[in-house]
Protein backbone atom coordinates (compact mmCIF):
# COMPACT_ATOMS: atom_id res chain seq x y z
CA UNK A 1 0.00 0.00 0.00
CA UNK A 2 3.13 2.39 -0.16
CA UNK A 3 3.12 3.02 3.41
CA UNK A 4 6.61 3.64 4.90
CA UNK A 5 6.60 0.67 7.61
CA UNK A 6 9.82 -0.94 10.14
CA UNK A 7 9.25 -4.74 11.49
CA UNK A 8 10.49 -5.22 14.98
CA UNK A 9 10.77 -8.39 16.37
CA UNK A 10 11.83 -10.61 19.41
CA UNK A 11 12.05 -14.17 19.68
CA UNK A 12 11.49 -16.24 23.34
CA UNK A 13 14.07 -18.75 21.81
CA UNK A 14 17.11 -16.16 21.93
CA UNK A 15 16.55 -15.47 25.81
CA UNK A 16 16.12 -19.59 26.97
CA UNK A 17 13.30 -20.22 29.04
CA UNK A 18 14.34 -18.52 32.58
CA UNK A 19 14.54 -15.44 30.35
CA UNK A 20 10.87 -16.09 28.31
CA UNK A 21 9.39 -16.31 32.06
CA UNK A 22 11.30 -13.49 33.28
CA UNK A 23 9.70 -11.59 30.28
CA UNK A 24 6.09 -12.76 30.94
CA UNK A 25 5.95 -12.03 34.41
CA UNK A 26 7.69 -8.35 34.11
CA UNK A 27 5.48 -7.70 31.18
CA UNK A 28 8.07 -7.42 28.00
CA UNK A 29 11.69 -7.36 28.49
CA UNK A 30 14.06 -4.14 27.03
CA UNK A 31 10.88 -2.07 26.23
CA UNK A 32 12.80 0.69 26.09
CA UNK A 33 13.72 -0.67 22.60
CA UNK A 34 10.33 -0.20 21.35
CA UNK A 35 9.64 3.10 22.64
CA UNK A 36 13.01 3.92 20.58
CA UNK A 37 12.06 2.32 17.40
CA UNK A 38 8.70 4.11 17.48
CA UNK A 39 10.25 7.37 18.11
CA UNK A 40 13.58 6.89 15.36
CA UNK A 41 10.89 6.07 12.95
CA UNK A 42 8.01 8.81 13.92
CA UNK A 43 5.37 5.78 13.67
CA UNK A 44 2.30 6.75 13.78
CA UNK A 45 1.12 3.29 14.22
CA UNK A 46 2.20 0.13 16.12
CA UNK A 47 0.51 -3.10 15.31
CA UNK A 48 1.45 -5.83 17.60
CA UNK A 49 1.04 -9.62 17.03
CA UNK A 50 1.81 -12.39 19.39
CA UNK A 51 3.16 -9.92 22.28
CA UNK A 52 3.80 -12.75 25.02
CA UNK A 53 6.50 -12.94 26.55
CA UNK A 54 9.16 -10.49 25.55
CA UNK A 55 7.39 -7.57 24.40
CA UNK A 56 4.01 -7.69 26.58
CA UNK A 57 1.90 -4.98 28.33
CA UNK A 58 4.96 -2.65 28.96
CA UNK A 59 6.36 -3.13 25.84
CA UNK A 60 2.44 -2.17 24.22
CA UNK A 61 2.90 0.66 27.07
CA UNK A 62 5.51 1.63 25.45
CA UNK A 63 4.74 2.20 22.11
CA UNK A 64 1.65 4.17 23.26
CA UNK A 65 3.69 6.74 25.88
CA UNK A 66 6.38 7.18 22.63
CA UNK A 67 3.37 8.53 20.66
CA UNK A 68 1.82 5.96 18.18
CA UNK A 69 -1.71 4.61 18.38
CA UNK A 70 -1.86 0.87 19.28
CA UNK A 71 -3.75 -2.22 17.44
CA UNK A 72 -3.25 -5.32 18.97
CA UNK A 73 -4.15 -8.51 16.37
CA UNK A 74 -5.68 -11.55 18.65
CA UNK A 75 -4.57 -15.32 16.47
CA UNK A 76 -6.06 -16.80 20.18
CA UNK A 77 -7.34 -16.10 23.95
CA UNK A 78 -3.78 -15.88 25.64
CA UNK A 79 -5.18 -12.50 26.72
CA UNK A 80 -6.94 -14.97 29.16
CA UNK A 81 -5.97 -18.47 28.43
CA UNK A 82 -2.62 -20.03 30.08
CA UNK A 83 -2.59 -21.99 26.95
CA UNK A 84 -4.04 -20.01 24.56
CA UNK A 85 -6.55 -22.70 23.67
CA UNK A 86 -9.54 -21.59 25.85
CA UNK A 87 -10.29 -25.65 25.99
CA UNK A 88 -9.99 -28.03 28.55
CA UNK A 89 -10.88 -32.19 28.76
CA UNK A 90 -11.54 -32.50 24.99
CA UNK A 91 -14.09 -29.13 25.07
CA UNK A 92 -14.61 -24.97 25.29
CA UNK A 93 -13.37 -23.89 28.36
CA UNK A 94 -14.24 -20.23 29.68
CA UNK A 95 -13.31 -20.30 33.40
CA UNK A 96 -10.48 -17.83 33.20
CA UNK A 97 -11.89 -14.29 32.30
CA UNK A 98 -10.58 -10.72 32.83
CA UNK A 99 -8.53 -10.45 35.13
CA UNK A 100 -9.62 -14.17 36.55
CA UNK A 101 -6.39 -16.03 35.84
CA UNK A 102 -6.72 -18.45 38.93
CA UNK A 103 -8.63 -21.64 37.72
CA UNK A 104 -5.89 -22.08 35.02
CA UNK A 105 -3.35 -22.37 37.93
CA UNK A 106 -5.56 -24.50 40.04
CA UNK A 107 -5.99 -26.92 37.13
CA UNK A 108 -3.04 -26.59 35.98
CA UNK A 109 -3.38 -26.14 32.36
CA UNK A 110 0.13 -25.39 31.57
CA UNK A 111 1.28 -29.15 33.24
CA UNK A 112 3.33 -27.54 35.10
CA UNK A 113 3.01 -25.59 38.15
CA UNK A 114 6.17 -22.91 37.73
CA UNK A 115 4.44 -22.50 34.31
CA UNK A 116 0.89 -22.03 35.45
CA UNK A 117 1.93 -20.02 38.04
CA UNK A 118 4.16 -17.47 35.91
CA UNK A 119 0.96 -17.22 33.48
CA UNK A 120 -1.55 -16.70 36.08
CA UNK A 121 0.47 -13.97 37.91
CA UNK A 122 1.26 -12.01 34.53
CA UNK A 123 -2.27 -12.38 32.67
CA UNK A 124 -4.11 -10.69 35.70
CA UNK A 125 -1.45 -8.40 36.95
CA UNK A 126 -0.90 -6.98 33.41
CA UNK A 127 -4.47 -7.07 32.16
CA UNK A 128 -5.19 -3.05 32.96
CA UNK A 129 -2.29 -2.28 31.44
CA UNK A 130 -2.87 -3.94 28.22
CA UNK A 131 -6.44 -2.35 28.14
CA UNK A 132 -5.11 1.44 29.03
CA UNK A 133 -2.14 0.57 26.44
CA UNK A 134 -4.30 -0.71 23.35
CA UNK A 135 -6.46 1.72 21.22
CA UNK A 136 -7.74 -1.14 18.87
CA UNK A 137 -7.61 -5.40 19.40
CA UNK A 138 -8.05 -7.24 15.67
CA UNK A 139 -9.59 -10.31 15.49
CA UNK A 140 -9.77 -12.30 12.30
CA UNK A 141 -13.47 -13.27 12.76
CA UNK A 142 -16.96 -12.03 14.27
CA UNK A 143 -16.82 -14.96 16.55
CA UNK A 144 -13.55 -13.87 17.83
CA UNK A 145 -14.52 -10.42 18.29
CA UNK A 146 -17.52 -11.51 20.23
CA UNK A 147 -15.98 -14.30 22.53
CA UNK A 148 -13.03 -11.83 23.37
CA UNK A 149 -15.43 -9.58 24.67
CA UNK A 150 -17.11 -12.16 26.57
CA UNK A 151 -13.82 -12.76 28.21
CA UNK A 152 -12.80 -9.05 29.28
CA UNK A 153 -12.17 -6.76 26.32
CA UNK A 154 -14.89 -3.70 25.49
CA UNK A 155 -16.66 -5.40 21.96
CA UNK A 156 -16.37 -1.22 20.80
CA UNK A 157 -12.53 -1.88 20.79
CA UNK A 158 -12.65 -4.89 18.72
CA UNK A 159 -12.47 -4.92 14.97
CA UNK A 160 -12.56 -7.89 12.60
CA UNK A 161 -10.11 -7.74 9.71
CA UNK A 162 -10.04 -11.27 8.31
CA UNK A 163 -7.31 -13.15 7.25
CA UNK A 164 -6.05 -12.71 3.73
CA UNK A 165 -4.42 -15.20 1.25
CA UNK A 166 -1.95 -14.26 -1.76
CA UNK A 167 -3.32 -13.68 -5.12
CA UNK A 168 -1.26 -16.90 -6.51
CA UNK A 169 -3.07 -19.12 -3.75
CA UNK A 170 -6.27 -19.03 -5.60
CA UNK A 171 -7.11 -21.78 -7.78
CA UNK A 172 -8.86 -20.85 -10.81
CA UNK A 173 -11.35 -24.03 -10.73
CA UNK A 174 -11.55 -26.85 -8.03
CA UNK A 175 -10.31 -30.23 -9.25
CA UNK A 176 -11.47 -31.76 -6.31
CA UNK A 177 -13.59 -33.99 -7.97
CA UNK A 178 -10.06 -35.76 -8.86
CA UNK A 179 -8.71 -35.84 -5.79
CA UNK A 180 -7.76 -39.01 -4.47
CA UNK A 181 -7.74 -38.55 -0.25
CA UNK A 182 -8.63 -36.52 2.49
CA UNK A 183 -5.94 -34.47 4.22
CA UNK A 184 -5.45 -32.94 7.58
CA UNK A 185 -3.07 -30.01 7.65
CA UNK A 186 -2.73 -29.51 11.83
CA UNK A 187 -0.26 -29.49 14.73
CA UNK A 188 -0.79 -33.19 15.95
CA UNK A 189 -2.21 -32.26 19.67
CA UNK A 190 -4.94 -33.41 21.29
CA UNK A 191 -7.56 -30.37 20.68
CA UNK A 192 -6.95 -30.61 17.08
CA UNK A 193 -9.03 -34.03 17.03
CA UNK A 194 -6.94 -35.26 14.31
CA UNK A 195 -8.22 -39.18 16.00
CA UNK A 196 -11.79 -37.92 15.15
CA UNK A 197 -10.50 -37.70 11.25
CA UNK A 198 -8.68 -40.29 11.31
CA UNK A 199 -12.13 -42.23 13.13
CA UNK A 200 -14.23 -40.59 10.88
CA UNK A 201 -12.24 -41.96 7.53
CA UNK A 202 -12.56 -45.04 8.83
CA UNK A 203 -15.86 -45.27 9.13
CA UNK A 204 -16.38 -43.65 5.56
CA UNK A 205 -13.63 -45.83 3.77
CA UNK A 206 -11.56 -42.57 2.77
CA UNK A 207 -7.66 -42.58 2.15
CA UNK A 208 -6.62 -40.01 4.42
CA UNK A 209 -3.10 -38.50 4.30
CA UNK A 210 -1.86 -35.83 8.16
CA UNK A 211 0.43 -33.30 7.46
CA UNK A 212 1.84 -31.79 10.35
CA UNK A 213 3.45 -33.02 13.64
CA UNK A 214 3.37 -32.93 17.19
CA UNK A 215 2.91 -34.78 20.89
CA UNK A 216 0.01 -36.74 19.48
CA UNK A 217 1.90 -38.53 16.59
CA UNK A 218 2.73 -41.73 18.13
CA UNK A 219 -0.89 -42.29 19.52
CA UNK A 220 -2.46 -41.31 15.86
CA UNK A 221 -0.19 -43.73 14.38
CA UNK A 222 -1.22 -46.83 17.13
CA UNK A 223 -4.52 -45.50 16.59
CA UNK A 224 -4.74 -45.73 12.42
CA UNK A 225 -3.20 -49.48 13.09
CA UNK A 226 -6.03 -50.20 15.19
CA UNK A 227 -8.62 -49.05 13.04
CA UNK A 228 -6.96 -50.53 10.39
CA UNK A 229 -7.57 -47.69 7.74
CA UNK A 230 -5.35 -45.95 5.30
CA UNK A 231 -4.20 -43.48 6.87
CA UNK A 232 -0.26 -41.29 6.01
CA UNK A 233 1.43 -39.38 8.59
CA UNK A 234 3.41 -37.59 6.38
CA UNK A 235 5.32 -35.17 9.51
CA UNK A 236 6.08 -31.75 8.65
CA UNK A 237 5.61 -30.51 5.38
CA UNK A 238 7.02 -27.25 3.57
CA UNK A 239 4.16 -24.40 2.13
CA UNK A 240 5.23 -26.02 -1.40
CA UNK A 241 4.05 -29.61 -0.36
CA UNK A 242 1.39 -28.22 2.08
CA UNK A 243 0.01 -26.70 -1.86
CA UNK A 244 0.58 -29.84 -3.49
CA UNK A 245 -1.41 -32.01 -1.10
CA UNK A 246 -4.24 -29.52 -1.01
CA UNK A 247 -4.21 -29.77 -5.02
CA UNK A 248 -4.34 -33.65 -4.88
CA UNK A 249 -7.08 -33.74 -2.10
CA UNK A 250 -10.69 -34.49 -2.23
CA UNK A 251 -11.72 -32.99 1.23
CA UNK A 252 -10.01 -31.20 3.95
CA UNK A 253 -11.11 -32.29 7.69
CA UNK A 254 -10.42 -29.75 10.22
CA UNK A 255 -12.00 -31.70 13.54
CA UNK A 256 -11.25 -29.09 16.08
CA UNK A 257 -12.07 -29.65 19.65
CA UNK A 258 -11.07 -25.77 20.47
CA UNK A 259 -12.85 -23.01 19.23
CA UNK A 260 -10.79 -21.68 15.88
CA UNK A 261 -10.49 -17.94 15.43
CA UNK A 262 -10.44 -18.52 11.86
CA UNK A 263 -7.53 -20.98 10.56
CA UNK A 264 -5.78 -21.15 7.95
CA UNK A 265 -6.12 -24.66 6.75
CA UNK A 266 -9.67 -24.12 6.01
CA UNK A 267 -8.62 -20.58 4.22
CA UNK A 268 -6.22 -22.73 2.06
CA UNK A 269 -8.54 -25.37 1.25
CA UNK A 270 -11.22 -23.21 0.74
CA UNK A 271 -9.15 -21.10 -1.30
CA UNK A 272 -8.03 -24.28 -3.58
CA UNK A 273 -11.50 -25.30 -3.98
CA UNK A 274 -11.56 -28.20 -1.80
CA UNK A 275 -14.13 -28.94 -0.02
CA UNK A 276 -14.14 -28.72 4.05
CA UNK A 277 -15.47 -30.84 6.67
CA UNK A 278 -15.00 -29.47 10.13
CA UNK A 279 -16.94 -29.18 13.45
CA UNK A 280 -18.93 -26.21 14.22
CA UNK A 281 -16.04 -24.95 16.07
CA UNK A 282 -15.23 -21.17 16.82
CA UNK A 283 -15.54 -18.67 13.95
CA UNK A 284 -15.49 -21.96 11.24
CA UNK A 285 -19.49 -22.12 10.23
CA UNK A 286 -18.21 -18.26 9.61
CA UNK A 287 -15.14 -19.11 7.59
CA UNK A 288 -16.50 -22.01 5.72
CA UNK A 289 -20.87 -21.42 5.94
CA UNK A 290 -22.58 -23.79 8.16
CA UNK A 291 -23.22 -26.60 5.81
CA UNK A 292 -19.49 -27.50 5.86
CA UNK A 293 -19.74 -28.05 9.46
CA UNK A 294 -21.40 -30.96 11.80
CA UNK A 295 -21.57 -30.91 15.94
CA UNK A 296 -18.33 -31.56 17.54
CA UNK A 297 -17.99 -34.90 19.09
CA UNK A 298 -21.03 -36.51 16.55
CA UNK A 299 -18.41 -39.08 14.83
CA UNK A 300 -21.68 -40.29 12.88
CA UNK A 301 -22.49 -36.65 11.21
CA UNK A 302 -18.99 -36.16 10.46
CA UNK A 303 -18.16 -39.50 8.90
CA UNK A 304 -21.70 -39.10 6.91
CA UNK A 305 -20.86 -36.07 5.25
CA UNK A 306 -17.19 -36.74 4.41
CA UNK A 307 -18.88 -40.32 2.54
CA UNK A 308 -21.45 -38.21 0.57
CA UNK A 309 -18.66 -36.18 -0.34
CA UNK A 310 -16.46 -39.07 -1.12
CA UNK A 311 -18.45 -40.81 -3.46
CA UNK A 312 -20.50 -37.94 -5.34
CA UNK A 313 -17.26 -36.09 -6.94
CA UNK A 314 -19.80 -33.56 -8.72
CA UNK A 315 -20.53 -32.50 -5.10
CA UNK A 316 -17.36 -32.08 -4.36
CA UNK A 317 -16.58 -30.13 -7.86
CA UNK A 318 -19.55 -27.63 -6.77
CA UNK A 319 -18.74 -27.38 -3.12
CA UNK A 320 -14.89 -26.57 -4.05
CA UNK A 321 -16.45 -23.79 -6.69
CA UNK A 322 -18.44 -22.02 -4.04
CA UNK A 323 -15.59 -21.38 -2.06
CA UNK A 324 -13.06 -20.40 -4.27
CA UNK A 325 -16.08 -17.43 -5.04
CA UNK A 326 -16.26 -17.49 -1.02
CA UNK A 327 -12.57 -16.76 -0.17
CA UNK A 328 -12.18 -14.64 -2.76
CA UNK A 329 -14.30 -12.18 -1.42
CA UNK A 330 -13.54 -12.66 1.82
CA UNK A 331 -10.04 -12.89 1.90
CA UNK A 332 -8.46 -11.69 -0.99
CA UNK A 333 -4.96 -8.62 -0.28
CA UNK A 334 -6.91 -6.16 -1.71
CA UNK A 335 -9.64 -6.28 0.94
CA UNK A 336 -7.24 -6.70 3.66
CA UNK A 337 -5.41 -4.29 2.69
CA UNK A 338 -8.39 -1.71 2.66
CA UNK A 339 -9.81 -2.83 6.03
CA UNK A 340 -6.36 -2.22 7.37
CA UNK A 341 -5.97 0.82 6.13
CA UNK A 342 -9.47 1.50 7.39
CA UNK A 343 -8.43 0.90 10.77
CA UNK A 344 -5.59 2.84 10.70
CA UNK A 345 -7.07 5.71 9.82
CA UNK A 346 -9.70 5.32 12.40
CA UNK A 347 -6.75 5.22 15.15
Known sequence: AGIAHEL????????????????????????????????????TVAHAHNTLPLIGARGLAAAREAGAKVALTLHNVRLFCATGLGERDGGPCTRCRGRNSLPGLVLNCRR??????????????????????????????????????????????????????????????????????????SRLSPEKGVDDAIS????????????????????????????????ELLGRVSPGEAQDLLRGAAAVLVPSHCHEFSPYSALEAMAQGVPVVATAMGGLPELIGAGGCVPLHDGEAFAARLAALWTDPRRREAEGAQLIVRARANHSEERFTRDLLRLYREL
Open 8 to 43: FERRSADVGPAGAAAALVRGGARTDQIATAVQEMRA
Open 200 to 231: ACAAAGVPLRVAGDGPERERLEALAARTGSEV
Open 112 to 185: SLPQALAYATALSVHHPTVLASVDRFVTPSAWAADRVAFLGLPRDRVEVVPHALPADAFAERSRAHEGAYALVL
